[in-house]
Structures are given as structure tokens and as C-alpha cells.
């Protein structure tokens, strides 16, 4: 995933200056979503890494995306803890998320305990 997002960042930034903002955002969250749920069809290893390399590719376009978006509706003096604080969500989401699939694998294991 890492490396299609370092060999896609030069097209992104290319198509960031040539493109509509708007257009480009929702066009590359929406084959990012549209991978991602094609991710279930891989039946092997292989397919899973395919999946996941061009998923990676979409993926490569989300940060610089959004700062360019902040950077057009946010005064200067503004920039910078509106990107703060869209950086330390994505910390705070990870924590959450992994608390609530901890409580539905412990609400699982007891369903399957109990029968």
C-alpha cells in the first residue's frame, strides 16, 4: 500500500494543479470506496495485495487533498490547527474503533460461551 501511495503522489500532486479541487476529491473517495469494497472478491493473498496496492493509490490522494481544501476556505492564521486537528482525529478514530471492536468481540466470544 505504501509504495503505490509513493509512486502515485506525482500524479496527485499533477492532477491537484489541473483539476477541478471538488471534482477530484470526490472522484478518487469514490474509487477508493468502490476498491474497497471490491476487496472482498480476493480469494487469495495475491488478490488481497492487488486490492490493497490499488487501493493504496487512492489513498495517496486523500492528504493532499484536504489540505489544499483547508487552504482555500481558512484564513492563514486558521491553516494550521484546522490541519492539527484533522491530524490528531485520526489518532482519536483509531482509538475509538479499536475499543468498540474489542467490545464486539467480547459481546461474540460470550454469545458463543453461553450456547
Same mark, same amino acid.
Request: proline share 3%.
Given at each position: 500500500m505504501y509504495v503505490a501511495? /509513493?509512486? +502515485? @503522489?506525482?500524479?496527485?500532486? =499533477?492532477? /491537484?494543479v489541473k483539476l477541478p479541487l471538488g471534482k477530484f476529491c470526490a472522484t478518487m473517495v469514490l474509487c477508493w470506496g468502490i476498491t474497497l469494497c471490491g476487496m472482498s472478491a480476493a480469494h487469495n493473498f495475491g488478490g488481497l495485495m492487488a486490492a490493497r496496492f490499488v487501493l493504496g493509490s487512492f489513498e495517496a490522494s486523500v492528504a493532499p487533498t484536504f489540505?489544499? /481544501?483547508?487552504?482555500? +476556505? =481558512?484564513?492563514?492564521?486558521? @491553516?494550521?490547527?484546522?490541519?492539527?486537528?484533522w491530524y490528531s482525529m485520526l489518532g482519536v478514530v483509531n482509538i475509538v474503533s479499536l475499543l468498540l471492536l474489542f467490545r464486539d468481540s467480547e459481546l461474540t466470544q460470550a454469545s458463543w460461551e453461553a450456547s
Open positions: 501511495q /509513493l509512486v +502515485w @503522489q506525482p500524479c496527485v500532486a =499533477y492532477f /491537484l489540505i489544499a /481544501l483547508v487552504q482555500m +476556505w =481558512y484564513r492563514r492564521g486558521e @491553516q494550521t490547527n484546522r490541519n492539527a486537528a
